[in-house]
């Protein structure tokens, strides 16, 4: 699976939006970039996931450069509860491939 | 999404018990279980991948002696660990897919203390 470069860390004030980026230069055609978050001493959590185009759902919005090499997770209106480590990972799709972590995105939001 | 239970929660033991941790995919059958390790502020290290059936598959500098894994149903994997040592202390968690899903869902993790 394709490597991901994220900043270790970032801060958000609250209620306004948290934009986390990732680097995955070397994904192939067939990977998806998924996003994972991880609250302090719980199991991670999914978040969303695309392949090329935009995707949206209750919890972010994921928008993928064009040429797939990087990646924008946006929460919209960030809370405390958000503060969590964010996980970018790109994967294929079979069924075996388990989730490789890198070092994620501590997301500080404040008040 | 779908439901993985881990249990227990958390857990205390004597060096050179074993301990065993459960994960279970609540409302769907999972033919491969993932378990991860995470060490205080690292990330998730996977340290196998649990087959039901058959015999798990170990990532590198895993002890297979150490790390017992029985996936012996569906719905539930099993890690036991082994004669535990204090440098065995850490967080376990298992993750799980649904069959022709794609995200992964995870448990809530289980803290071993080995004093």
């Known amino acids: 699976d394709a490597k991901t470069t994220q900043p270790t860390s970032m801060d958000c004030a609250e209620g306004r939006a948290a934009n986390l980026p990732c680097n995955h230069s070397t994904i192939s055609g067939n990977e998806y970039v998924y996003w994972y978050r991880q609250i302090h001493s719980q199991g991670p959590q999914y978040i969303i996931h695309g392949l090329k185009n935009n995707e949206t759902n209750e919890m972010a919005s994921l928008i993928i450069t064009e040429d797939r090499k990087s990646s924008t997770l946006i929460l919209p209106h960030a809370t405390l509860r958000d503060t969590a480590v964010y996980y970018c990972?790109?994967?294929?799709?079979?069924?075996?491939?388990?989730?490789?972590f890198g070092g994620g995105t501590r997301l500080m939001v404040k008040p | 999404g779908a439901v993985v239970s881990q249990h227990p929660s958390r857990v205390i033991c004597k060096s050179g018990t074993s301990v065993k941790i459960e994960c279970r995919s609540l409302d769907f059958q999972a033919t491969t279980m993932f378990w991860y390790r995470q060490f205080p502020k690292k990330s998730l290290m996977l340290m196998a991948t649990?087959?039901?059936?058959?015999?798990?598959?170990?990532e590198q500098g895993v002890e297979k002696d150490k790390f017992l894994i029985n996936h012996a149903s569906l719905t539930l994997s099993t890690l036991t660990v082994t004669s535990a040592h204090p440098e065995d202390s850490s967080f376990y968690i298992c993750s799980a897919r649904p069959q022709g899903d794609t995200e992964a869902f995870f448990g809530q993790g289980t803290r071993l203390t080995v004093v």
């Open positions: 649990s087959n039901e059936g058959s015999k798990a598959t170990y």
């Open positions: 990972i790109v994967r294929g799709n079979n069924a075996g491939n388990m989730l490789t």
